[in-house]
């Protein structure tokens, strides 16, 4: 049984930073791809930042890269998203996902995607 739990997410004013962090309770850690998606009121959930755990790779979504970083901290079972330059449009609740192994489009919600987080909201004002 796989167990995520998001935390970190708050208000911000444009231009500012998070980060959020998922804690995942996982019996091999080394064999699992974690992201992160978000879904804003009245929009599809999309995958934003993924990281395979273990190897280190990492996706990132366009309207986010350069700004976002997702790293993981294997002695806390923990993946983290540092967002940085925050933008209004980011505003969203953000999940925490997994998937065994290493999805050919590992930003696309799929059904490889087996455990999810309760979710944490961000919202950036202007």
């Known amino acids: 049984q796989v167990r995520l739990v998001e935390s970190g997410g708050g208000s911000v004013q444009a231009g500012g930073a998070l980060r959020l962090s998922c804690v995942a309770s996982?019996?091999?850690?080394?064999?699992?791809?974690m992201t992160w998606f978000r879904q804003a009121p009245g929009k599809e959930r999309e995958g934003v930042a993924g990281?395979?755990?273990?190897?280190?790779?990492?996706h990132y979504a366009d309207s986010v890269k350069g700004r976002f970083t997702i790293s993981q901290d294997n002695a806390k079972n923990t993946v983290y998203l540092q967002m940085n330059s925050l933008k209004p449009e980011d505003t969203a609740m953000y999940y925490c996902a997994a998937s065994a192994g290493a999805p050919v489009a590992p930003l696309v919600l799929g059904p490889w995607y087996n455990y999810w987080g309760q979710g944490t909201q961000v919202t950036v004002s202007s």
């Open positions: 990281i395979v755990i273990g190897s280190g790779a990492t």
């Open positions: 996982l019996y091999s850690h080394n064999s699992y791809t």
